[in-house]
Every structure is written in structure tokens, then in C-alpha cells.
């Protein structure tokens, strides 16, 4: 099986930067789009940056040109700079990535890690 772990989430004032990291281990033959998402408490999950296998990222307008989502395929891992954090940032992180763990298309599977923790006081 896959499994994701997140880390880096943590408390920062506003203005401030964080770094989550997330890693992949198990039989993974194969990963392609890598994803964060984020998510309050009673509310829906939603993604804040993407990346595909060839690197080509996407944002969502609330935190476009403060995140940047970058890869490294040797190591499985997704990590997520944020800057100038606000506290509409609040939220746990979530990393997700479509992994291969067979031969075939029947064998890629989207993974979610646990979350971490962001906080930025008001």
C-alpha cells in the first residue's frame, strides 16, 4: 500500500512562511499529479495547488503568487512553500497524489495523507 505523510505545519504570524512537506513511500511504480488541499472543520476540502508529472502547476486565485508547489520524483515528495501567510490560511493541509502501484491502468489510485496543521493568528 501507499502511504503519505505530511509535515511542516506549525503556527506563524501573519506575514510569516512555512514549508509543508509530504512524502510517499510503499510499492509505488509511478506518481502523477501531486496535489495540496486544505480544509476547515465543516467545510468542504479544497485544492490550493497542483503539479503535473511535467511540472506544470496550477493555483487558485486566493493564493496565487504567495504558494509554490514543487516536486521531487527521486524522493516521492510534494512540498508547498507559503508565503505572506494570512489567517484565512487556518486550515490542516492535506497532501494527495495518483499513484501507480501495478502494471496496467488499473492499478493507479488517488492517496490522501493525514494533514498538518496550519495556523495564523489574527
Known amino acids: 500500500q501507499v502511504q503519505l505523510v505530511e509535515s511542516g505545519g506549525g503556527l506563524v504570524q501573519p506575514g510569516g512562511s512555512l514549508r509543508l512537506s509530504c512524502t510517499a513511500s510503499g510499492s509505488i511504480l509511478d506518481i502523477s499529479t501531486m496535489r495540496w488541499y486544505r480544509q476547515n472543520p465543516g467545510q468542504e476540502r479544497d485544492q490550493v495547488a497542483a503539479?503535473?508529472?511535467?511540472?506544470?502547476?496550477s493555483y487558485p486565485d486566493s493564493v496565487k503568487g504567495r504558494f509554490t508547489i514543487t516536486r521531487d520524483d527521486a524522493k516521492n515528495m510534494l512540498f508547498l512553500q507559503m508565503n505572506n501567510l494570512n489567517p484565512e490560511d487556518t486550515d490542516v493541509y492535506y497532501c494527495?497524489?495518483?499513484?501507480?502501484?501495478?502494471?496496467?491502468?488499473?492499478?493507479?489510485?488517488?492517496?490522501w495523507g493525514l494533514g498538518t496543521q496550519v495556523t495564523v493568528p489574527s
Open positions: 503539479i503535473s508529472s511535467d511540472g506544470v502547476t
Open positions: 494527495n497524489m495518483r499513484c501507480r502501484t501495478g502494471p496496467g491502468w488499473g492499478f493507479w489510485a488517488e492517496y
